[in-house]
């Protein structure tokens, strides 16, 4: 219901890897690597710290994912709520 962008950074942001979230979301790492690099080009920021320990959040990448989380979640409100009126 919402962008693969969205879910890709959040899974990211979760599991803390590229690699682990691309395994989860049973696509490539270099599908994930190019759906964050476009989101990054999009809001022109960096969202991930990347280092051979893994990833993690910048502060614009903290920021966003807490608003991400919201938009998740009011969209699944409003998904369920609209199943409401086809009882």
Request: with cysteine.
């Given at each position: 219901m ?8 959040i899974?990211?942001?979760d ?7 691309a ?5 490539t ?46 969209c ?8 409401f009126?086809?009882?």
């Amino acid at each position: 219901m919402y962008n693969k962008q969205l879910y890709t950074f959040i899974s990211i942001a979760d599991l803390g890897s590229f690699s682990k979230a691309a395994e989860a979301l049973y696509i490539t790492p270099s599908a994930v690597i190019q759906q964050i690099n476009i989101l990054e080009s999009n809001l022109n920021t960096e969202l991930f710290i990347r280092s051979n320990q893994g990833v993690k959040l910048t502060e614009a990448g903290k920021f966003f994912y807490d608003e991400v989380k919201n938009i998740i979640n009011n969209c699944n409100d409003v998904r369920n709520q609209i199943g409401f009126f086809n009882n």
